[in-house]
Nanobody
C-alpha cells in the first residue's frame, strides 16, 4: 500500500486560493488512481476530485467543478489539488486517497485503499 502525506492546508479568506499536495511513498504510486476527499465537522467524508493513474482523466464533485483542479506528477510521486475561489463551505479536513487497483477511479471512500492523515482547510467569510 502507498503511504500518503498531505500538506498545504491553512486559513484563507473567501475568494482566495490554496494548493494542497499529497506525497506518496512506494513504487506503486504511478500505477494507482488518486483522489481527494474532505470531511467537515459532523459530516461524512465526501468525494472532491479524482485522477486516473496517468493523469489523463479527471473527475470532480459538482460542488467544486470549475474551481478546483486535480493533477499529478508521477516523477515526484505527488498529487495536487489547486483550489480557487474558495468558499466558507469548503472548510474541512482534506484527505488524499490511493486506489486499490489501476483501473477504478477513486470516486467513493469504498474505492480507497490508503488514506493520508489529512490537512485542515479553513475559509473565512
Amino acid at each position: 500500500q502507498a503511504q500518503l502525506v498531505e500538506s498545504g492546508g491553512g486559513l484563507v479568506q473567501a475568494g482566495g486560493s490554496l494548493r494542497l499536495s499529497c506525497a506518496a511513498s512506494g513504487r506503486t504510486f504511478s500505477n494507482l488512481p488518486m483522489g481527494w476527499f474532505r470531511q467537515a465537522p459532523g459530516k461524512e467524508r465526501e468525494f472532491v476530485a479524482a485522477i486516473n493513474w496517468s493523469g489523463g482523466s479527471t473527475y470532480y464533485a459538482d460542488s467544486v467543478k470549475g474551481r478546483f483542479t486535480i493533477s499529478r506528477d508521477n516523477a515526484k510521486n505527488t498529487v495536487y489539488l489547486q483550489m480557487n475561489s474558495l468558499k466558507p463551505e469548503d472548510t474541512a479536513v482534506y484527505y488524499c486517497g490511493a486506489g486499490k487497483n489501476r483501473i477504478v477511479l477513486v470516486t467513493t471512500t469504498q474505492r480507497v485503499g490508503s488514506w493520508g492523515q489529512g490537512t485542515q482547510v479553513t475559509v473565512s467569510s
